[in-house]
């Protein structure tokens, strides 16, 4: 059975703290379920933007998207995450990946693993995490127990062998790295990943949650313009192969909600996320979606 769609708005643009209490207000107005923050350098820190977040809304949920395990000792991370979900009333959500940049490891002072190496440290991150929020004895503790609920981003077999183990939301990226750095996945290269998620969650007793990221939403009436002149940022695509993107919402409100809608139907993805400058646009999008 498919799950109701559920929104989230990630704030990549940084801001002063009254700036920021009123975008997050706006987001809670616009009907956005989960305001989350990113973990990148030049960027918001984490934790303290997501308890401003809370503090200065009622409704939404607050979550990182996604941490860099490469950043964090899973004993500091475990108290960050505890300290936000009691100050926050347990509305808090935790993402986490391995890290994609290698720039930002190396300003941060941290080797840049390869990408095996880079899982298994996630893997033992959120088993450190889970062993020690769960434990009774752990200060402070975490108002949702055992623990806040985890998303764990990315599209690699391995990486989606642990959310098949271990998250309650799969974060699909819709990219990949390569030698020409970022990649946009196609509808079927998106297909074959959900499948392999799929055939690694088959003996799950509960369905996780399916999160995809829209990379672009551009709400017009002129579409065929607007896939044109996104034509030069995926070559060598063309400008059906473009509308199919799943990373990309093009069009009125009614026929973004319809594509929405269809990859729901098509892959599973009923929590959709999008970045803050898109943040007024696919506003318009949820009062369509919403209930549906």
């Not at 998620?197 to 509960?206: S, V």
């Amino acid at each position: 059975m498919m799950k109701p769609f559920r929104f989230g708005i990630t704030m990549v643009t940084p801001a002063d703290g009254v700036e920021w209490r009123a975008r997050c207000r706006r987001a809670e107005e616009l009907g956005y379920d989960v305001i989350q923050v990113p973990d990148h350098l030049g960027m918001v820190a984490p934790f303290p933007a997501l308890i401003a977040a809370a503090e200065a809304t009622e409704r939404p949920r607050v979550g990182t998207f996604v941490l860099n395990a490469a950043f964090w000792t899973p004993a500091l991370l475990a108290r960050e995450i505890a300290t936000a979900d009691a100050l926050t009333g347990g509305r808090v959500e935790i993402g986490l990946g391995t890290g994609y940049v290698k720039e930002e490891h190396d300003r941060a002072g941290l080797e840049f693993l390869p990408p095996g190496r880079r899982v298994d440290r996630l893997r033992s991150t959120v088993d450190e995490i889970e062993r020690l929020l769960a434990d009774d004895g752990h200060a402070p503790r975490p108002v949702q127990r055992p623990r806040p609920p985890l998303l764990l981003g990315g599209n690699g077999d391995r990486l989606l062998r642990l959310a098949a183990e271990r998250a309650d939301v799969v974060g699909f990226t819709g990219a990949r790295t390569g030698d020409g750095g970022l990649g946009v996945l196609t509808a079927g290269e998106m297909d074959e990943r959900v499948a392999a998620y799929r055939g690694f969650a088959a003996g799950r007793a509960e369905p996780a949650e399916l999160n995809l990221l829209l990379q672009v939403v551009a709400v017009t009436d002129d579409r065929q313009a607007a896939v044109e002149s996104l034509l030069p940022l995926v070559p060598p695509l063309g400008a059906e192969d473009v509308l199919e993107l799943p990373v990309l919402a093009v069009g009125t409100v009614r026929q973004i909600a319809d594509q929405l809608r269809a990859r729901r139907e098509r892959y599973g993805f009923s929590y959709l996320t999008v970045l803050d400058p898109s943040m007024e646009a696919f506003g318009q999008v949820i009062r369509e979606l919403r209930g549906t």
